[in-house]
């Protein structure tokens, strides 16, 4: 009888963690929905894409991604905590769960991959290593750097590309490595180093905070790296990564129907069998990725579908859009099918 009762109760465990287990199958997932908000790691400092604006609020591109899906797990997209990291200390804070996320222009690249116990699940901005220089220098080309000094952030992408670039190039140039942006960026300004170097869209924004002074500016046209920024997630969690993904996807599966916050409502009333499977009406798509079935729709009414948000965080700064168009308008933004 002590064996049976004993037996039994190891069932009930099991089939009570079991039970668990199947609401998200995520442990990430289920510490977010424990906590009641999602942890997600911003750079907090980068116009278009996390940066406070007068009222204390976060904006930008990787800010309305953090907060889809916050909408997307929690139903909610206030519900994220944006926690501002460095680019030499992004890596720990998802390392050790102080973020859930990283969504801080951060380059997925193999090594990051490869040596980090994490994964890219999404590109939100493909982007590429630029040049910024004074027009005083008349300088219309980075091959005519040859000797230069440059002002790179350390620990980034973008100091190794610099250096690949010199190095294929046989060129030579000083590196000027500050950590903090606003030094790095005053560094510039004030003639410290020849040239600035970061991801063009991040030349571009620093350079339309210049105002009337952007003219005394260039952006080279050359472009030296394959920069593809997106979502970064910590490895063995399957189900957080897919969620984050997904979401990804569903504001570029939105943007191609014409789904919008404004109209998304009227979508609830279509026949068409990829926008039901969206809206959460068929297919339990939400019950595959541990969240609710409305899980996308609540991304798309709250923080709109993918154009939207380009237009809001990244149209006013004048960067096209590009390579990042639709797949189905010249681009690479491209999303598998949802069924």
């Not at 790691?41 to 976060?58: H, K, W």
């Not at 973008?158 to 903090?180: C, G, N, S, W």
Request: glycine share 10%.
């Amino acid at each position: 009888m002590n064996r049976l009762f004993a037996g039994a109760l190891a069932a009930g465990a099991l089939l009570t963690a079991t039970a668990a287990f199947a609401q998200s199958g995520s442990a990430t997932i289920d510490a977010i929905v424990k906590r009641g908000e999602l942890n997600c790691g911003v750079a907090g400092n980068s116009p278009m894409f996390s940066l406070p604006d007068s009222q204390g609020v976060m904006r930008g591109l990787d800010a309305d991604s953090c907060r889809a899906i916050a909408a997307a797990i929690l139903g909610d997209a206030k519900k994220t905590k944006f926690i501002p990291t460095t680019a030499q200390n992004r890596f720990t804070a998802l390392q050790s769960g102080e973020v859930d996320l990283l969504y801080r222009s951060t380059t997925w690249t193999l090594g990051r991959e490869g040596n980090l116990g994490a994964m890219f699940a999404s590109v939100n901005f493909y982007d590429g290593t630029g040049f910024l220089v004074k027009a005083s220098l008349k300088v219309k080309s980075a091959k005519e750097l040859d000797g230069a000094t440059v002002c790179v952030a350390p620990g980034t992408s973008t100091e190794l590309a610099v250096a690949d670039y010199f190095r294929v190039h046989k060129m030579k140039f000083t590196p000027v490595l500050i950590q903090d942006l606003s030094e790095l960026q005053n560094a510039y300004l004030s003639g410290r180093c020849d040239t600035y170097s970061t991801d063009s869209s991040g030349l571009a924004g620093f350079r339309f905070q210049q105002g009337p002074k952007a003219v005394e500016h260039i952006l080279l046209p050359d472009i030296i790296s394959k920069e593809p920024l997106g979502a970064m997630v910590r490895k063995g969690d399957d189900k957080f990564f897919d969620i984050v993904r997904w979401t990804y996807f569903a504001t570029l599966i939105a943007e191609e129907y014409g789904i919008t916050q404004a109209n998304v409502d009227e979508a609830l009333k279509s026949t068409v069998p990829e926008i039901r499977r969206l809206m959460g009406l068929e297919g339990d798509m939400g019950k595959a990725l541990g969240v609710d079935n409305k899980w996308a729709y609540n991304a798309i009414k709250q923080t709109g579908n993918f154009g939207e948000g380009w237009d809001r965080n990244v149209t006013p700064y004048g960067v096209p859009r590009g390579i990042n168009n639709l797949w189905n308008n010249g681009g690479l933004q491209y999303a598998p099918p949802m069924r």
